[in-house]
């Protein structure tokens, strides 16, 4: 049975991060990749899966050039622009400090299966959303445990943490392992999304959270931190979702920020909003939420609604005012 999570107002612990934290859920239950239904072995309809004949990347790959072949990161809009296009997800398990991954344990291995059904999921809701738009979107991730769009990293500092002061040391290991001029140029992509999972456990209190060029002109690898378990609960679709819509510049509506005044919030509160930007759902297996005009406007896919003028809401990323 489906619970709707409940949003809570986060008081940001950095102006940086306040923008983006993934909201805390209230109520939810556990979904352990056994009670989460089928797991799709192949993206849905209207997305792709890569097929790569390398293994794993290791981080003992060698040094990237960056600016080769061509292709060079949009200082505008970083890895990702607009919600329309082909979009490499490159996903990396990482450990850090104080987490861990062991793929010989299967009790890992279903953790991976249950969050790669979650992007099936998320990746698809995203996909059908650009199509009401008249826009063309799709993924290209890998779906297995090898490959040329999935990679180990071990990190020796802390990065499961509430601030996003280790996005430079992800940046930096970013910029000398993945050839991202070469898999733009394999896939014939046009954004690229960084995807970070950790294997962290219930008693886990740091949300997922991204952190995207809108951020500030040092971020140009657009990132997600997926902190797979947090508060008792599970990293699910919706909330997949709602993550790489701030790839394209999508804005957070649960608190108040700079352009989004509290007004606004509280009348969305006052609604019961299911706007995706706003509340997510617990579901691993669908995506409930809405995905309004406003949504739409600020990922790059549609022009700016009356909505946002009648509030005083923030101009896109993507609009100059």
């Known amino acids: 049975t489906e619970k709707k999570s409940i949003m809570k107002l986060i008081k940001p612990f950095s102006i940086l991060l306040a923008a983006l934290m993934l909201p805390l859920i209230a109520g939810c239950a556990k979904t352990p990749a056994e009670e989460s239904g089928t797991r799709e072995t192949e993206a849905p309809a209207q997305t792709e899966t890569a097929q790569p004949e390398e293994t794993a990347a290791q981080t003992t790959q060698t040094e990237t050039g960056n600016e080769a072949q061509g292709y060079t990161i949009d200082p505008a809009h970083g890895t990702a622009v607009t919600m329309e296009g082909k979009t490499l997800?490159?996903?990396?398990?990482?450990?850090?400090?104080?987490?861990?991954?062991?793929?010989?344990?299967?009790?890992?291995?279903?953790?991976?299966?249950?969050?790669?059904?979650?992007?099936?999921?998320?990746?698809?809701?995203?996909?059908?959303?650009?199509?009401?738009?008249?826009?063309?979107?799709?993924?290209v991730?890998?779906?297995?445990?090898?490959?040329?769009?999935?990679?180990?990293?071990?990190?020796?500092?802390?990065?499961?943490r509430f601030d996003g002061g280790g996005y430079k040391t992800q940046a930096r290991w970013l910029e000398a392992h993945i050839d991202l001029p070469?898999?733009?140029?394999?896939?014939?992509?046009d954004n690229a999304s960084f995807l970070f999972y950790f294997n962290t456990d219930y008693t886990n209190e740091v949300n997922p959270w991204t952190l995207s060029r809108r951020n500030g002109e040092q971020?140009?690898?657009?990132?997600?931190?997926?902190?797979?378990?947090?508060?008792?609960?599970?990293?699910?679709?919706?909330g997949i979702a709602h993550e790489l819509m701030h790839h394209y510049g999508a804005r957070d509506l649960y608190y108040a920020e700079d352009?989004?005044?509290q007004a606004y919030v509280d009348y969305l509160d006052e609604i019961d909003s299911k706007d995706i930007m706003h509340s997510v759902a617990a579901s691993n297996d669908r995506v409930p939420n809405e995905f309004t005009d406003l949504d739409a406007y600020y990922v790059g896919i549609?022009?700016?609604?009356?909505?946002?003028d009648e509030w005083g809401l923030a101009y896109s990323e993507h609009d100059a005012p």
Request: proline content about 4%.
């Open 89 to 139: 997800l490159i996903r990396i398990f990482a450990s850090d400090s104080e987490t861990a991954w062991d793929f010989s344990r299967d009790e890992d291995r279903e953790t991976m299966e249950n969050a790669l059904h979650g992007l099936d999921v998320a990746t698809a809701y995203l996909t059908e959303q650009a199509a009401r738009y008249g826009k063309t979107l799709s993924f």
């Open 141 to 160: 991730y890998d779906g297995g445990f090898a490959g040329d769009l999935i990679y180990r990293a071990d990190f020796e500092e802390t990065l499961v």
């Open 182 to 189: 070469s898999l733009m140029e394999r896939y014939g992509a």
């Open 219 to 238: 971020v140009q690898w657009e990132i997600s931190n997926f902190y797979l378990r947090f508060d008792g609960c599970d990293m699910t679709a919706p």
């Open 259 to 261: 352009g989004i005044p």
């Open 302 to 308: 549609a022009p700016r609604p009356a909505v946002a």
